[in-house]
């Protein structure tokens, strides 16, 4: 019995400990307010003076916009290196093309460039890597896998200091509107609205369709990727179009904000 009372008692202490610490800018030695500090995959962020308290992980993780992130076994003092992109932007097709890439690095190394924006999630609905989302295969956005490896290939971009950027085109997708026409923007006539270049839109609005988004958005920051860059997210810019709220500034912002 006094066994199981001190497994209980271990339990609870364990449970209750906390990393306390401060995020500071290394360059300036100043302390960073609202950095984000990731401890057992939930998110907590810093107060005015750079400070923290949360639950105890075996790592801890810290990132602030215009820093790099960094990783840390324990709490304390923690530096972040101030860093800004400069990419180059490359389609799926031209970042698995060998000589293209090859070009793209040559050109980081001979320059300021130090990152990439990289298509993932493509203009007319395809997603460029083997993705478990259900919904991805049903529709026919997996017809083009173009990286095999995933992981390996962000992780290569890594080892040469290349910081990633993945591309989401977010609401214009011809496969998934074709599958889930509910959730398409129309035309005045009830129809689904077409772009120019003959591609439906998603209604930002219909906020059943976030959750395919974000569901790709997630598996492809866990492949590796250092930022996800939404594209498109909008409406489309068009006369005569309807929405499943008002077309008004008011609403488009709503929408748009929520996402």
Known sequence: MKALTLLVTLATLTWGA?????????????????????????????????AFKVPSSPIIGAR???YERKFYKSGGRMYLQPFQPKALYLSSFGAT???IMGNAKDIIKNTEINALVIDIKMDRGQIAFATTNPIANK????????????????SDLRKEGIYSIARIVTFKDTPLITAYPQWGVRKSDGSLFKDKEGLYWIDPSQKESWDYMISIAEETAK???????????????AKGVKFSVENTQAERVKAISGF
């Open 18 to 50: 906390s990393t306390i610490g401060t995020v500071f800018d290394k360059t300036t030695q100043k302390p960073i307010p609202n950095a984000i500090i990731i401890s057992g995959s939930k998110e907590y962020r810093t107060d005015c003076n750079g």
């Open 97 to 99: 093309h060998g000589k």
């Open 139 to 154: 529709i026919g956005a997996q017809e083009l896998i173009l990286f095999k490896d995933i992981k390996k290939f962000t």
């Open 223 to 237: 492949a590796g990727f250092d930022e996800i860059q939404f594209d498109y997210v909008r409406f489309p810019d």
């Open 64 to 66: 602030a916009i215009g």
